[in-house]
């Protein structure tokens, strides 16, 4: 075999990168896991109270989760086109995501004004109207204009936009890589 067509039946890919190439959706579901995680611990044990626009930059994680597992429960099933086709969605979420979070970023910086519409609030339940009114009255209000967070000038939401940016990507070269490969045949 001549080595031009080695490369080419091998994706152009050192072996590591066709490791994790093969466990893509998969990668990105525990990505997505991850980020996800690591949001709700600086919630929990940070005490980072979300804005609006932080659970709305969540969203798109929960759906990548959902179509990464799927797509690796494809591929096991011999099926990397199908597998292609949701790591492909995975990534158009993931520039949903990039697209609100830098949208929280201009919120933040004063590019633009929508802080008079974001705020959300930690507030429990009320049994009753007054004890409802009294945990509205006592409850913060988080501002999505306000960074809580950041390190090297960058907030949560920064990061946020160059994590989804990079899982885009790589949404990308792994749906690249899955629509070349062959289907396996269904066994009789």
């Known amino acids: 075999m001549r080595p031009a067509l080695a490369r080419e039946e091998a994706g152009c890919y050192s072996a590591p990168m066709r490791m994790v ?10 990505a997505s896991f991850v980020v996800v995680g690591s949001a709700i611990a600086s919630q929990v044990w940070g005490g ?16 990548t989760m959902v179509l990464g597992l799927a797509g690796a429960a494809l591929l096991v099933q011999g099926r990397p086109r199908a ?31 929508w802080a008079s519409a974001c705020t959300a609030t930690g507030a429990g339940q009320g049994r009753t109207v007054d004890e409802l009114r009294a945990l509205l009255e006592t409850a913060p ?26 899982l885009a990507a790589f949404a990308a070269v792994v749906t690249r890589d899955l629509e070349r490969r062959p289907e396996r045949s269904a066994k009789a």
């Open 48 to 63: 980072l109270a979300p804005c609006t626009l932080c659970w709305y930059q969540r969203v798109p994680y929960a759906v």
């Open 83 to 113: 597998a292609a086709l949701l790591t492909f969605w995975c990534g158009v979420a993931f520039v949903l995501g990039a697209v609100i979070a830098a949208f929280h970023v201009g919120v933040e910086q004063d590019w633009w004004d």
């Open 141 to 166: 209000v988080v501002r999505c204009d306000e960074v809580q967070w950041s390190l090297f000038g960058i907030s949560m939401a920064g990061y946020n936009f160059l994590v989804s940016l990079a």
């Open 21 to 30: 190439l093969a466990r893509g959706p998969l990668l990105i579901a525990l």
